[in-house]
């Protein structure tokens, strides 16, 4: 194995016996072993083989899984519940052995596997510590030198001297998470843990989490938190049913399950009737109404750009210009950027929804914004081979750094569109079709301004935010006024 490559999981399937009945998880393992008896006669050991194996099936959790992961890197695992992921990341940390194939792990683990698992509830917090840094080959020298870090990081206060059986969910996660990620450990695996936390503790954690990455450990995070996912992890794997769905950049793994996701929902949503060639369902947009579009040579090259589509549209065309018309890719704090956009129906479709995303070098996403939040005028319906054209024009109040930006397409059906004012965003978000989405399609700059008034710098931060803010002085009785 390569000095590099930290785990290798090579052909790796998982299965269970799913027994027929209660009594057959008895009876059948016991027919099975006497089917191997020598001195029965062969006719006798096939009756009990055979009817040891019609007493269950088999089924797969993980099917066929392969794939390395490099010193330093961290790698999401992300899917729908039964996907396999908690079976997999048990798998890697030993607890449980595959049925077929093999993992190689080259260093110590570090797992986070279940909430409270490695702890005994009648021991305190300060004696499973003791017994955790143990078991993972600690002398009680080195857990001595390392107590006080594990002790401020899980930030428990006299809890630490109590049961864990009394500790709340966030006060186990915190304890385990502390002894977890200050062993010396080369990789670490996080089931879930964090979902558990609250603000503070994440971003505590996330941060010694890249530090850790950093010092070359590598990281398995199974999580359905997806902003999460993209922003910390470098790639992820996408598991469906036990499979394979996916394995590659972490953005475009969560637009796959994103879509993965829909799917059961998409022939509930189709128009209902055909469109005519021309119409756009009755809706107020003019016919005739034409977007000012980009030269051609403010277009990217999207050819080798992944386009995540369930079939119904794909992109033919993005490019960026300033607001003088031209081709740009660098911008001055402050300055407007036009994105233009345009997708290919394949099918028809009701009510588009186009918009964009911008993310900072973190993978953290610091602006997105659709046609449905500025509340642009759309059409009701379109039909298949025609082309939707968008133009978002942005303010770039962001920091000064590089930024990549991503970009899609969905729909809502007529009847959503027309409620969207008197749903909440967690009824209304479900209801949006994801038709095609492209992950991570260019990188633009913004620099500091030139010149500006009241100073150069905009803000400090991510991002800028409208508003404003007053000074006034009050003066004691008597007291000078102030110039």
């Known amino acids: ?26 009876h059948g393992p016991m027919l099975g072993q006497v089917g191997q008896l020598p001195f029965l006669p062969p006719g006798v050991r096939d009756w009990c083989s055979r009817h040891s194996r019609q007493s269950f099936r088999s089924f797969y959790a993980l099917k066929n899984i392969s794939f390395t992961v490099a010193r330093g890197e961290s790698l999401g695992i992300i899917g729908r519940n039964g996907s396999g992921k ?34 005994n509830p009648e021991f305190t ?12 080959g600690m ?20 809890f630490i001297d109590q049961p864990t059986k009394t500790y709340s969910s ?27 936390g609250d603000i503070f503790f994440r971003q505590k954690c996330y941060q010694r989490l890249e530090r850790m990455r950093e010092r070359g450990v590598s990281i398995l995070l199974v999580s359905h938190a997806m902003n999460e996912v993209e922003q910390f992890c470098h790639n992820a794997l996408l598991l469906d049913q036990g499979l394979v769905a996916f394995q590659g950049n972490a953005s475009e793994a969560v637009k796959r399950y994103y879509l993965m996701e829909q799917q059961a929902h998409l022939p509930a949503v189709a128009p209902s009737q055909p469109v005519a060639a021309g119409q756009n369902g009755g809706h107020s947009l003019s016919e005739n109404h034409k977007l000012p579009w980009a030269p051609a040579e403010a277009f990217f090259d999207i050819e080798h750009v992944p386009q995540v589509s369930n079939g119904w549209a794909c992109c033919t065309g993005v490019a960026i210009c300033n607001a003088d018309g031209r081709t740009c890719r660098a911008f001055e704090q402050g300055q407007t950027a036009s994105f233009f956009y345009e997708f290919e129906l394949l099918r028809d479709i009701e009510v588009p929804i186009g918009g964009l995303e911008i993310l900072n070098d973190k993978s953290m996403i610091v602006h997105g914004k659709n046609t449905l939040e500025y509340g642009s005028d759309v059409p009701l319906r379109v039909s298949a081979g025609a082309r939707l054209r968008f133009r978002q024009d942005i303010s770039l109040e962001l920091a000064v750094g590089e930024y990549v930006f991503t970009l899609g397409l969905a729909m809502l059906t007529k009847d959503d569109y027309e409620r969207r004012g008197s749903l909440i965003h967690t009824d209304l978000h479900p209801k949006i079709i994801r038709l095609c989405h492209l992950a991570r399609v260019g990188v633009i700059g913004v620099t500091f301004r030139s010149r500006g008034q009241p100073v150069q710098l905009l803000h400090h931060g991510v991002a800028n935010l409208p508003g404003s803010c007053a000074v006034t002085v009050e003066n004691p009785v ?6």
């Open 1 to 26: 194995m390569s000095s590099d490559i930290v785990i290798t999981v090579d052909n790796v399937s998982k299965a269970y016996a799913i027994w027929s009945s209660p009594s057959a998880r008895l």
């Open 86 to 119: 908690s079976t997999l990341l048990q798998i890697i940390a030993g607890t449980l052995m595959p049925t077929e194939g093999d993992v190689t792990v080259a260093g110590s683990v570090a797992a986070l596997l279940e909430l409270g698992s490695g702890f």
């Open 125 to 136: 917090g300060r004696e499973n510590v003791y017994m955790n840094t143990a078991i993972r």
């Open 139 to 158: 002398s009680q020298e080195e857990t001595d030198a390392k107590f006080d870090e594990i002790e401020a990081f899980a930030d428990i206060g006299d």
């Open 170 to 196: 966030g006060m186990l996660v915190r304890l385990a998470f502390a002894v977890s990620t200050t062993v010396d450990a080369q990789v670490l695996l996080i089931d879930e843990a964090l979902a558990v």
């Open 478 to 483: 008597g007291a000078r006024k102030s110039e």
